[in-house]
């Protein structure tokens, strides 16, 4: 699965991140500050492990993820969040975003279900979460309150909330930030609402808006089943694609299409192909189309492609084409 780039663009505004915050941030990864900025950029699930490690070592705070979780409002989730919003009601739309969560926020899995008189909404971050499970948990945690609070238009002070885990050290977070009864050491984590609640009418309700996210939402979900059945060389020439002026190296694709190294090597070579060829074949597309633009220069089709010296690029051209960047040039500008 790969997720927006949205959260994580966000947070950097948060930590009010200069450029140098920025690289801190993005350390570790394949992703440059120009990937922030681009609204339809998604990313792997490690990349977004990686960089909320950097994020908490960045914001060495508790409960950061509270405090997060507080600062999203509906639209930061996209359809989901319109889903939510134009919903019949509170159950129908949490009923919706059971199904579809997972294509926003990784390694935290939503569960809803009716028990009694209650409506539970359940958090599962895993047994024993690591502090970047338990900053999404955080953050789920107020965001999903905010957003029952947001068309309830009252603060949920009849709610429970329960947690699987000791009362952490910054307790105090989650008694600002979470209303209601408290509870820690409990079976999972999940929130409580009195079942009534969920099944009054949303006075927000639109039914042509909601049919429409459901319809954004239930695409989305092809386009991510759909990517996971593409052949790997495809897989593989459409990242590079999509990052020119990157030099790969196979542990970072095999990162970013979560696989292990030898596995993707194994699959590209019952495809016929490997690694090495398809970044030549990618490498060598790119840089005919640089040499042949105006007033471009041997040195400057290096740097854009990534190489840190043109030398470099010259003896990959050579071994792509079998001559100098400048012969291809001259020889391309005689056949006109």
Not at 166 to 184: I, K, S
Not at 196 to 207: H, I, K, L, R, V
């Amino acid at each position: 699965m790969t997720y927006p780039v949205t959260y994580i663009r966000l947070v950097a505004r948060q930590l009010r991140l200069d450029d140098a915050g920025i690289e801190r941030l993005l350390r570790g990864t394949t992703l440059s500050p120009a990937d922030l900025r681009d609204l339809e950029r998604r990313i792997s699930e490690t990349e977004t492990r990686i960089v909320l490690g950097n994020v908490l070592a960045i914001a060495a705070r508790p409960g950061f993820g509270l405090e997060v979780g507080r600062r999203l409002s509906i639209a930061a989730h996209g359809a989901l969040g319109q889903l939510l919003a134009t919903s019949p009601n509170l159950a129908e739309a949490w009923a919706s975003l059971e199904r579809f969560h997972a294509l926003r926020v990784p390694l935290v899995q939503l569960r809803c279900s009716e028990v009694d008189d209650s409506y539970v909404i359940a958090l599962d971050a895993g047994e024993t979460p690591d502090a970047v499970r338990m900053f999404l948990l955080e953050a789920m945690a107020v965001s999903v309150q905010r957003g029952i609070e947001l068309l309830r238009g009252t603060r949920l002070d009849d709610a429970s909330w329960r947690f699987a885990f000791p009362a952490p050290a910054h307790v105090e977070h989650y008694e600002r930030q979470l209303h209601g009864v408290l509870a820690f050491g409990a079976v999972s984590n999940e929130l409580r609402v009195p079942l009534a609640t969920m099944y009054e009418p949303n006075p927000f309700a639109d039914p042509h808006a909601w049919e429409l996210a459901l319809r954004r939402c239930e695409a989305l979900a092809l386009e991510h089943d759909a990517d996971r059945t593409v052949d790997w060389r495809t897989r593989v020439t459409h990242l590079l694609q999509r990052h020119p002026g990157q030099l790969w190296t196979l542990d970072e694709i095999a990162a970013h299409v979560h696989v292990s190294k030898r596995t993707l090597m194994r699959y590209l070579d019952a495809e016929g192909t490997s690694f090495r060829a398809l970044v030549d074949a990618e490498l060598e597309r790119q840089a005919k189309i640089e040499l042949l633009a105006p007033s471009s220069t041997v040195d400057s089709v290096a740097a854009t492609l990534g190489y840190h010296d043109a030398a470099s690029f010259r003896r990959a051209f050579r071994r792509w084409c079998g001559e100098s960047p400048s012969g291809f040039v001259a020889r391309r500008s005689r056949d006109g």
